[in-house]
């Protein structure tokens, strides 16, 4: 980050690869290999002084160095001396009254990605970012925004996506930051903003192959994702798209921690992950029950991704599944009948002990004792 604590703001940037400080905002930008790598100081128009920035190593291998470097103890010497010091201070002594007048309008957040696309979909790719004026690492998902009739359908899942994610706070469902439309190309593009995490389930399993630690993170994403499902009915929302991909995680001191994502955006239609009768809150729960079904791999499981069975031979493979003994606490998730499923509160409160029912979203009045 660059910051600007001149008394006249009399620094700036200029160039093709130039992001200005934003007026009226705190004079602060990220600078990187080729971002913002020409700098200007003084003058009326400050360029009275220039110098161009020269990086001697990637993005990549600055940001592994910067870690080293907070994570070793610095031999002591004045060059390696902090020139910002921005430690939280003690709170005033007393009340502070703040004046209510409008500021300036929000502006754009400027972003750019870092590496490779995390991800993409039919209507939208997400990347990994940074936020130009914060230095903020997030995750952005960039989905077009068609005009015109033809594109109705387009941007009404955009605009769900966003009021859903933008009215909850869970902590098993990822964090939303923002959103915003912007033009890119001469085609209107919603930016939305979330939590940066580690990575997905689907990533997560293809690289282990321990059965012990896949029992293991099928028995976490199990009881996170009914408390995350749970929630989602309690708010009167179906998410439809409970899949592996869609869950993702942190490592929160050496724990798993996993997050439900991509609300209404995907359009996923295999019958594997959609029970084919109309949708409630129980079609989550299906979805999950086939996900841990992947996670465990029982029986070769995940093998029917790359088939085209009928359905019947489908659902009979789940309900096959759950009368293994590994998977028999499941059982109640795979009635066909969606008004005889268990729902996620159900779940929780006979299968993860009694002292789950005060974390419970549902109404307790409204989960039987017995699933």
Same mark, same amino acid.
């Given at each position: $980050?660059?910051?600007?604590?001149?008394?006249?703001?009399?620094?700036?940037?200029?160039?093709?690869?130039?992001?200005?400080?934003?007026?009226?905002?705190?004079?602060?930008?990220?600078?990187?290999?080729?971002?913002?790598?020409?700098?200007? $100081?003084?003058?009326?128009?400050?360029?009275? +002084?220039?110098?161009?920035?020269?990086?001697?190593?990637? /993005? *990549? *291998?600055?940001?592994?160095?910067?870690?080293?470097?907070?994570?070793?103890? &610095?031999?002591? /010497?004045?060059?390696?001396? !902090?020139?910002?010091?921005?430690?939280?201070?003690?709170?005033?002594?007393?009340?502070?009254?703040?004046?209510?007048?409008?500021? @300036?309008?929000?502006?754009?957040?400027?972003?750019?990605?870092?590496? @490779?696309?995390?991800?993409? *979909?039919?209507?939208?790719?997400?990347?990994?970012?940074?936020?130009?004026?914060?230095?903020?690492?997030?995750?952005?998902?960039?989905?077009?925004?068609?005009?015109?009739?033809?594109?109705?359908?387009?941007?009404?899942?955009?605009?769900?996506?966003?009021?859903?994610?933008?009215?909850?706070?869970?902590?098993?469902?990822?964090?939303?930051?923002?959103?915003? #439309?912007? $033009?890119?190309?001469?085609? @209107?593009?919603?930016?939305?903003?979330?939590?940066?995490?580690?990575?997905n389930l689907h990533g997560l399993l293809l690289r282990t192959a321990d059965t012990g630690h896949l029992q293991l993170v099928a028995e976490v994403v199990f009881h996170q994702m009914l408390h995350a499902l749970d929630y989602l009915a309690g708010k009167g929302i179906i998410h439809r798209d409970v899949k592996p991909e869609?869950?993702?995680?942190?490592?929160?001191?050496?724990?798993?921690?996993?997050?439900?994502?991509?609300?209404?955006?995907?359009?996923?239609? /295999?019958?594997?992950?959609?029970?084919?009768?109309?949708?409630?809150? !129980?079609?989550? +729960?299906?979805?999950?029950?086939?996900? #841990?079904?992947?996670?465990?791999?029982?029986?070769?499981?995940?093998? &029917?991704?790359?088939? /085209?069975?009928?359905?019947?031979? +489908?659902?009979?493979?789940?309900?096959?599944? +759950?009368?293994?003994?590994?998977?028999v606490a499941m059982r109640e998730m795979a009635v066909v009948e969606p008004a005889s499923r268990a729902s996620a509160a159900q779940m929780l409160k006979e299968h993860f002990s009694r002292r789950e029912a005060p974390k419970l979203t549902t109404l307790a009045k409204r989960v039987p004792g017995q699933v």
């Open positions: $980050m660059c910051y600007d604590r001149s008394g006249g703001q009399s620094s700036q940037f200029f160039g093709a690869d130039a992001v200005p400080f934003w007026p009226d905002y705190p004079r602060k930008v990220v600078v990187q290999d080729g971002l913002n790598t020409n700098l200007g $100081m003084g003058g009326a128009r400050q360029n009275l +002084v220039q110098f161009r920035l020269r990086w001697h190593c990637s /993005n *990549g *291998g600055l940001a592994r160095m910067l870690e080293q470097r907070e994570n070793a103890r &610095l031999e002591e /010497n004045p060059r390696f001396a !902090k020139t910002l010091f921005d430690a939280d201070t003690a709170a005033p002594s007393r009340m502070e009254m703040r004046a209510h007048i409008a500021g @300036p309008p929000r502006p754009l957040t400027r972003w750019c990605a870092v590496g @490779p696309a995390l991800g993409s *979909g039919e209507f939208g790719t997400v990347h990994k970012a940074r936020d130009l004026d914060s230095g903020q690492l997030m995750a952005v998902k960039r989905v077009r925004s068609p005009l015109g009739p033809a594109g109705q359908l387009e941007r009404s899942m955009v605009k769900r996506e966003v009021e859903i994610l933008s009215g909850i706070r869970h902590e098993h469902i990822v964090d939303y930051i923002s959103s915003q #439309v912007v $033009m890119d190309q001469g085609h @209107p593009m919603t930016d939305i903003f979330m939590g940066l995490k580690d990575g869609n869950i993702m995680y942190v490592m929160d001191a050496g724990e798993y921690v996993f997050q439900l994502g991509d609300f209404g955006l995907s359009c996923w239609e /295999n019958q594997l992950f959609h029970p084919g009768q109309r949708q409630t809150s !129980k079609a989550d +729960v299906w979805s999950l029950l086939v996900t #841990v079904l992947w996670t465990l791999d029982v029986g070769g499981f995940r093998k &029917l991704e790359r088939t /085209n069975e009928p359905y019947e031979e +489908v659902q009979a493979t789940i309900l096959a599944a +759950v009368r293994l003994p590994d998977c």
